[in-house]
């Protein structure tokens, strides 16, 4: 097989077919070795900037300029919205800022489960929802406990996965549980996993029933029967021009409205248990695991670049 890949690109470049570049998704792992604290990577953000946190057990880390550099303590969640960045460290929420030491904001609540940045700042924890207000954290009333993940659309909405359901928060309204209907299908979901408004303020949600979109007034539900290749769901993550990722514990899935696409395996990840996703605004993707994280990058390649990126995959898969 290897000598078949080495000898595929010189015998078409011989025949003046290897010209053509095309478009393909690339591929990179980080993890201890490549200069992360630790392989153990809770949660990751990308900024205005297009520079990456990343949250692992060993200490918040930076990537800016094609390294990665150690920020401070143990961070177990981190967070972005514009040129600040949030993150969960020692019992408290911090805010760093370009040009300035990060300092402590507020005294978090016990069990966090992701931090949400944009027109709010948002906790999810194992006790409800909290929102940053006057310094400290308040817990938005309306809402049960354990909320997953938490999500800000641009208009001011609010959505929250519990563990009982999919609530949702209009500007100057309440909390409202979602139950979403589309044709014949009618779901009353529970056990939601993941909430992300994306780059068209269209908000998803994710739950083990499939996933879901609200667009205006009009939901549209998605199964395996519809495309969708897996729903053992961890995090719902914005992409790209609509774009939207799922996490879940055996890989990941992206879907831009007409193509689902499933990232599993070594092939793409150092680990199939997705923690969390970040997207950048070029449509690279950021995947946390508990064995580093990987880069996912939309970029043109050339077929000899594709045969040298198998070549490398079966030696380190024969280690």
């Given at each position: ?290 064995k580093g994280l990987a880069r996912i990058e939309r970029r043109v390649t050339t077929l000899a670049e594709k045969a040298r990126f198998f070549e490398s995959e079966i030696d380190?898969?024969?280690?």
């Open positions: 097989m290897r000598w078949l890949l080495l000898l595929a690109p010189a015998l078409l470049a011989a025949q003046g077919m290897l010209v053509e570049p095309f478009a393909a998704e690339v591929r990179t792992v980080y993890d201890a070795a490549a200069g992360l604290p630790t392989d153990d990577v809770l949660s990751l953000a990308v900024d205005a900037s297009g520079t990456v946190w990343a949250a692992t057990r060993g200490g918040l880390a930076r990537w800016r300029g094609g390294s990665w550099t150690r920020q401070g303590a143990e961070a177990s969640l981190v967070a972005a919205s514009g040129g600040a960045v949030w993150f969960a460290s020692q019992g408290a929420l911090w805010r760093a800022a370009a040009g300035s030491p990060p300092r402590r904001v507020a005294e978090l609540p016990a069990q966090i489960r992701h931090i949400a940045a944009g027109t709010q700042v948002l906790v999810s924890a194992a006790g409800g929802l909290f929102r940053l207000s006057g310094g400290r954290l308040v817990r938005e009333i309306g809402l049960p406990e354990e909320v997953r993940q938490a999500a800000n659309a641009r208009d001011g909405r609010m959505a929250a996965a519990a563990a009982s359901g999919l609530f949702l928060k209009r500007a100057g309204g309440s909390w409202e549980r979602m139950l979403p209907q589309s044709g014949n299908r009618s779901w009353a979901p529970n056990d939601v996993r993941g909430v992300a408004f994306d780059s068209m303020d269209r908000l998803w949600f994710v739950s083990p029933q499939g996933a879901g979109r609200l667009d205006g007034a009009e939901w549209t539900l998605y199964t395996g029967a519809d495309g969708l290749p897996y729903d053992d769901f961890t995090t719902a993550a914005a992409g790209e021009n609509g774009a939207v990722w799922f996490g879940t514990h055996v890989g990941a899935v992206r879907y831009d409205g007409k193509s689902w696409e499933y990232r599993q395996g070594g092939r793409w990840l150092p680990d199939d248990d997705v923690r969390a996703i970040a997207a950048g605004p070029a449509g690279d993707a950021w995947i946390a695991t508990g380190r898969r024969h280690r």
